[in-house]
């Protein structure tokens, strides 16, 4: 009997007691900047049951948590709606149809934004920007182009050219930012659609009322929507680029399937008695109507509809779109096929076991999806400042208007009157431009006002907003690419802390097939520690490798454990297919297995298993298993009516890539060690092999206590801080895995292993190959490197741009920023964003291990 502690029984009390959270995904429009991010989070929590909220500006969506049957997807989205986002909600499985029909859904709604017709848009938009900045370039040359272009030189024109900007390619800007202000929710339109109004009002009463004695900048303003227009013109276009390998990836999901008569279960009919499916009627049908256990047709060059097993001919696939491996693999009769891959050589027929979200690739897909929606830790910081910075930059244009209208241009006058002079002079510079001859007399006013609307202009949220979720979509979607799924921003950032790398011993470092080496059977002189002759007559019929053997492999057959496979391949290759009968099986993960085989029980396992019966291992051998296990071997000890009849070794080889993919996490710093069920000698001759130290090696820990040896890892605070703890990652493929994988700060799971460990991992590992952890680290921390640099660019550009803009240089080296040119600096400043996250693929493409 088990003793359970108070405390994880009150754990379990606890969890009975827990709602049960559902997820609601929300695709959001009309979000401009990491301000419009802000509001979109606060309007969805301020809603009535919400829990947690994540909005990602990049894909445009929103995921909500809630108590499950609390919230109505359809009512949030017409509330988000209400609050000036337009928004809608993707239905769950069964609400539309089919899930695949969702997925289908999904896509279409993906690929419109790179559509044709969407293109054209953009295309048009950039048009429009070129022609402003071109004619009000040409305003500032009019002295000399008037002669060739009449009207250059009329102010009337400017004035006529800026109320057109402001009218047509500006209007949804300014109603975009009046709606922000009156949301309570000022985004970067109302900081641009402040700047662009403020100047054209101040050129319009300096044009009706001269006497003032204002200058016209009437091209300031064209300027600056040309500006912001290109801006968002080039932006859009490197998102469309940062998100083609995602698009790419939905593209994959196959349209058509050809169905072969009527619905049959696996296994219904054998290979002969099945049509050839050359041969067969065949009725074309959507993929996303396939029923699990229905037969399709697949002929070569097709892509495989859904999930399922060959049950007709053989071919090879191209799983390249699954794993990054170019090699076609060879699938016949059995082998599983997953939908998206592509059938090259022969015409076979298969069975659907998964369709629609079911399938392998609609779960990358909403893996991949969600992992560009989970935000980096690192952006709260972004997140919280953008919530006040429109605020925040309206005060600072204000304060700036007041202190050199009321003390600036009085403190600093030669300087300013120097500047303002010289800026009346036509062809002079852009910041005060006129289309008088004569200079005019010094305006402090419009000095003052062109500060403050520069300051406006260059401050940008969008920076902030696009910082990391661009760099997240680049690259997630390359790692979907090359087969490594990792689940998001907070993946990336752990990885980057990362200082110790924990592999599972079988089946990950190992090639988890192991194979029986030796079969001992033990002398019938030995006795056990009662003095018992273990000659009795149920041993004696067992005096036999091979009878022991049968035995073995009847009692493993209850169980699917790697050694229990290599048992019963053994027994196999000996031709010992006549198996004693077992029945009443018992399995112990990490221990063994228990049998009644004829009627005796047999018990299999370490020999922690066998001391759990009450079985004692005699000194003979003992003696035995520390020969074998010093030559690397796993040892399963045969108990036949509680005393020991023999041993069976079993030896499981290294993966090719073992040794090298440890050497390149060493070389990257990282403290690389074995965790293994196995016996210390197992471990050490593994780890041997791999230039391992004794020390970095954890055996003879069963599953349940996989999770604590993982947790004395992460309290490790050698050569750290006195609050720190060490950053662990974990590497395993088993079910017995899952809980150390949880456990773990990062769990890394091949593909190979079960959908338990994958569910449980921050990475998967689609190619089932080892290096593949090297590369999903590189990637990882190239990818939130790119995270740190564009945050950095964002805080630096405004804290720079914005200072610059509030004519901090002018009294010691007469600098200003103009407003078009602080317009420039800001489409800029997302536009390098974006494309610094998109120099991710050049980076990666370096790595020694993307091939």
Request: glycine content about 8%; aromatic content about 4%.
């Amino acid at each position: 009997m088990q003793l359970v502690p108070k405390a994880e029984a009150n754990s379990e009390n606890t969890t009975v007691n827990k709602p049960v959270i559902e997820k609601i995904t929300l695709d959001v429009g009309g979000m401009k900047c990491a301000g419009c991010v802000r509001s979109v989070e606060r309007q969805l929590n301020q809603y009535p049951g919400i829990i947690n909220v994540c909005v990602n500006l990049a894909t445009e969506v929103a995921v909500v948590e809630s108590e499950i049957g609390v919230v109505v997807p359809e009512a949030l989205a017409e509330h988000l709606t209400a609050g000036g986002f337009p928004s809608q909600p993707r239905l769950p499985q069964g609400r539309t149809g089919t899930a695949a029909k969702n997925i289908e859904q999904n896509i279409e709604a993906k690929s419109d934004r790179f559509s044709r017709p969407g293109m054209q848009s953009v295309f048009s938009q950039l048009t429009v920007a070129g022609l402003l900045l071109l004619l009000s370039t040409l305003g500032h040359f009019s002295n000399i182009l008037d002669a060739i272009v009449p009207g250059l030189n009329n102010i009337w024109f400017h004035c006529g050219l800026a109320t057109i900007a402001l009218l047509i390619p500006g209007r949804s800007i300014l109603v975009d930012g009046w709606l922000g202000v009156r949301r309570n929710a000022p985004n970067m339109n109302t900081l641009v659609g402040l700047g662009t109004v403020t100047a054209y009002t101040a050129s319009l009463i300096a044009l009706l009322l001269p006497q003032l004695g204002w200058e016209c900048f009437f091209d300031e303003p064209v300027m600056m929507l040309g500006f912001i227009l290109l801006g968002k013109t080039l932006e859009q276009q490197a998102r469309g680029r940062a998100a083609s390998a995602f698009k790419n990836l939905l593209a994959l999901q196959p349209q058509v399937a050809r169905l072969i008569g009527k619905a049959k279960q696996p296994g219904e009919l054998e290979q002969s008695t099945l049509p050839n499916p050359l041969n067969a009627d065949i009725v074309e049908i959507p993929a996303e109507q396939v029923r699990v256990g229905e037969w399709l047709q697949v002929l070569p060059g097709d892509k495989i509809p859904v999930d399922g097993e060959v049950v007709y001919g053989q071919t090879t696939v191209d799983e390249s779109m699954l794993t990054g491996e170019v090699v076609p693999v060879m699938k016949q009769l059995g082998d599983n096929v997953t939908a998206g891959t592509i059938n090259q050589s022969g015409a076979i027929a298969i069975c659907a076991t998964r369709i629609g979200s079911e399938t392998t690739l609609a779960q990358i897909i909403t893996l991949v999806e969600a992992a560009q929606t989970r935000k980096a830790p690192v952006q709260k910081l972004a997140d919280t400042v953008a919530g006040y910075f429109t605020y925040f930059v309206i005060s600072a244009s204000l304060l700036t208007f007041l202190f050199w209208y009321c003390f600036g241009t009085h403190i600093w006058a030669d300087v300013v009157s120097n500047i303002t002079m010289t800026a009346t002079v036509p062809m002079a510079h852009h910041l005060a431009h006129s289309t008088q001859s004569s200079p005019l007399p010094p305006s402090p006013i419009l000095l003052s006002l062109k500060l403050a609307i520069a300051v406006m202009v260059v401050a940008c949220p969008c920076a902030l907003g696009l910082a990391t979720p661009t760099a997240i979509l680049v690259g997630t979607a390359m790692g979907a690419e090359r087969g490594l799924l990792i689940k998001g921003g907070d993946v990336l950032e752990i990885i980057h802390q990362l200082d110790t790398i924990v592999f599972d011993k079988t089946g990950t470092l190992t090639t988890g097939k192991p194979i029986v080496t030796d079969c001992i059977v033990l002398a019938a002189e030995e006795v056990d520690s009662q003095g018992r002759n273990l000659s009795t007559s149920d041993i004696s019929k067992s005096k036999s490798p091979e009878s022991l053997l049968q035995i073995a492999a009847a009692v493993e057959s209850g169980t699917c454990h790697p050694l229990a496979t290599a048992i019963q391949n053994a027994a196999t290759a000996q031709s010992l297919n006549t198996l004693p009968e077992a029945v009443n099986f018992h399995t112990e993960p990490g221990l063994g297995v228990s049998a009644l085989v004829d009627g005796s029980n047999v018990l299999l396992g370490n020999s922690d298993w066998l001391s759990w019966h009450g079985v004692v291992i005699s000194d003979t051998a003992k003696t035995t298993a520390q020969e074998l296990a010093n030559q690397g071997k796993t040892l399963v000890y045969i108990a036949i009516h509680d005393q020991v009849a023999g041993i069976i070794a079993v030896s499981d080889t290294l993966r090719p890539e073992a040794k090298t993919t440890v050497e390149n996490l060493r070389q990257m710093g990282l403290r690389v060690m074995i965790l293994s069920g196995d016996g210390i000698e197992a471990a050490n001759a593994i780890a041997k092999q791999l230039d391992l130290d004794s020390h970095d090696v954890i055996a003879g820990v069963p599953p349940t206590k996989k999770a604590a040896a993982i947790q004395i890892l992460q309290e490790d605070k050698k050569g750290k801080g006195k609050n720190s703890q060490s950053i662990v990652a974990m590497v395993g493929d088993g079910i017995n895995d899952a809980p150390a994988l949880s456990q773990a700060d990062l769990g890394i799971a091949m593909r190979s292993g079960t959908d338990v460990a994958m569910e449980t991992a921050g990475i998967i590992l689609m190619r089932d190959r080892l290096t593949d952890v090297v590369e999903s680290i590189r990637l990882s921390r190239a990818t939130f490197n790119k995270i740190r640099q564009n945050l950095f660019w964002a805080f630096a550009y405004n804290t720079v741009g914005i200072p610059l803009a509030a004519g901090v240089l002018l009294p010691s080296f007469g600098l200003v920023l103009n407003p078009a040119g602080a317009a420039a600096l800001m489409a800029f400043s997302s536009v390098s964003v974006v494309t610094n996250s998109l120099l991710l693929r050049r980076v990666a493409a370096c790595s020694p291990d993307s091939q």
